[in-house]
């Protein structure tokens, strides 16, 4: 089986920097795309970016120019630089990606998830 593990969130000011890590391990044949996706209180998750095995990336509009995406292929992890960080980034984080485990088998994978909060 698959699992994703997420580290790296916390408790920061408003304008601080966190870096948010998730490791992919188990019966890993390739991994397409590894993402970034939170959830706020009240609020339908989001996906907040995602970067593909190419190293093509897609981010939302609220964190364009401040956080950062990026993966190391080799070790199955991908990594969120977040800087500049507001109040409205406050959130849970979970970590998704597309995983094949066999020729014939490709699924979607979440992480547990891992608490951001700025405070003002």
């Known amino acids: 089986q698959v699992q994703l593990v997420e580290s790296g969130g916390g408790l920061v000011q408003a304008g601080g920097s966190l870096r948010l890590s998730c490791a992919a391990s188990g019966t890993i044949r390739s991994i397409n795309y590894m993402g970034w996706y939170r959830q706020a209180p009240g609020k339908q998750r989001e996906s907040v970016a995602t970067?593909?095995?190419?190293?093509?990336?897609n981010y939302a509009d609220s964190v364009k120019g401040r956080f950062t995406i990026s993966r190391d292929n080799a070790k199955n992890t991908v990594y969120l630089q977040m800087n500049s960080l507001k109040p409205e980034d406050t959130a849970v984080y979970y970590c998704k990606a597309d995983i094949r485990t066999a020729v014939l088998r490709r699924n979607d994978y979440w992480g547990q998830g891992t608490q951001v909060t700025v405070s003002s």
């Open positions: 970067i593909f095995s190419g190293g093509n990336t």
